[in-house]
T-cell receptor
């Protein structure tokens, strides 16, 4: 069955530190991949997406993600975290014209 | 350009009451979706509409009905609310096609007592 796994339920980082959020997918073929961010009480905002081509994808708010086919991963990174990045982050995948599957989310806490 | 809008933002119901959640998009998107979000479970698809005039069940359709009123609007109805339907509901829309990307509304927080 198709699935998206975010192994970390909760991550705490210090402001200014680097960040990596993990995402692994299980699909028959390489799916289309997405990262969304959800601030408290808000809807989901698209950070970035990967369809094909360059495996390092740049997104909004200084985020980037790297697609690694050999590891079935699409990890989200940011070089220096700001307090405003505290939110919940969702990885999602879609195979072809199929429906989107979401991971269960990673909550990011940023400490001063 | 408001994107995807949802009303109401908050709602409290008693068990057995009915209500309709409204969703509208102004991006001329073909496809629209209803999800529910529960702690630790991510987003689960309730119903979707691939195009105007069509609707299909998603992962958790029981207890819900939908109407694709026109290209802009997609409503979700709870005929007889149950405490298990306490959740945050999100509407999303997308243009469709191979590079389809979903855009989300702000959500409706529903509590059923």
């Amino acid at each position: 069955a198709q699935s998206v796994t975010q192994p970390d339920i909760h991550i705490t980082v210090s402001e200014g530190a680097s960040l990596e959020l993990r995402c692994n997918y299980s699909y028959g073929a390489t799916p289309y991949l997405f990262w969304y961010v959800q601030s408290p009480g808000q809807g989901l905002q698209l950070l970035l997406k990967y369809f094909s081509g360059d495996t390092l994808v740049q997104g909004i708010k200084g985020f980037e993600a790297e697609f690694k086919r050999s590891q079935s991963s699409f990890n989200l990174r940011k070089p220096s975290v700001h307090w405003s990045d505290a939110a919940e982050y969702f990885c999602a995948a879609r195979g072809g014209y199929q429906k989107v599957t979401f991971g269960t989310g990673t909550k990011l806490q940023v400490i001063p | 350009n408001a994107g995807v809008t949802q009303t109401p933002k908050f709602q409290v119901l008693k068990t057995g009451q009915s209500m309709t959640l409204q969703c509208a998009q102004d991006m001329n998107h073909n496809s629209m979706y209803w999800y529910r979000q529960d702690p630790g479970m991510g987003l689960r698809l309730i119903y979707y509409s691939a195009s105007e005039g069509t609707t299909d069940k998603g992962e958790v359709p029981n207890g819900y009905n939908v109407s694709r009123l026109n290209k802009r609007e997609f409503s979700l109805r709870l005929e007889s609310a149950a405490p298990s339907q306490t959740s945050v509901y999100f509407c999303a829309s997308s243009a469709g096609g191979r590079t389809d990307t979903q855009y989300f509304g702000p959500g409706t927080r529903l509590t059923v007592l």
